[in-house]
């Protein structure tokens, strides 16, 4: 793999391996896993979330987009992180750097998170300041 998804497969390293701290500014965790799944399909790019029970799509203001930066890519950082969240001062002040650290490393021909692995990068984010 080149270094495009390094920083993904670290996210994931970091949830996996070392355990996932507490949340304490974040939505409480379902108990059910829920997953942010995105795809590119003949139709364009789409992103879902879904449970063992259900599956929806993630609505986003543009055409979502990952695996890049931009204002599509920062579309789809605020759907998920206020979806994982539901908190909008907490979305806007991570947005950029969840971008730049998340989903800007994502493969381009789809992806995966659980919302713990979103509510784990919110909470080792929690203490640095926001982004200007």
């Given at each position: 793999m080149d270094g495009s998804g390094a920083t993904y497969l670290a996210l994931r390293n970091v949830v996996w391996g070392a355990g996932m701290p507490?949340?304490?500014?974040?939505?409480?965790?379902?108990?059910?896993?829920?997953r942010y799944v995105g795809c590119q399909g003949g139709d364009g790019p789409r992103v879902w979330v879904q449970d063992d029970r259900l599956r929806r799509p993630l609505h986003t203001d543009t055409t979502p987009?990952?695996?890049?930066?931009g204002?599509?890519?920062a579309a789809l950082a605020r759907a998920i992180l206020l979806d994982a969240t539901d908190n909008p001062a907490l979305v806007e002040a991570r947005c950029r750097p969840f971008?730049?650290?998340?989903l800007a490393t994502l493969p381009p021909d789809g992806f995966s998170l659980t919302r713990d692995e979103v509510l784990a990068w919110v909470?080792?984010?929690?203490?640095?300041p926001a982004a200007a």
């Open positions: 507490a949340a304490t500014t974040t939505r409480r965790r379902s108990e059910l896993p829920v987009a990952w695996g890049r930066r204002p599509a890519t971008v730049h650290e998340v909470e080792a984010h929690a203490a640095a």
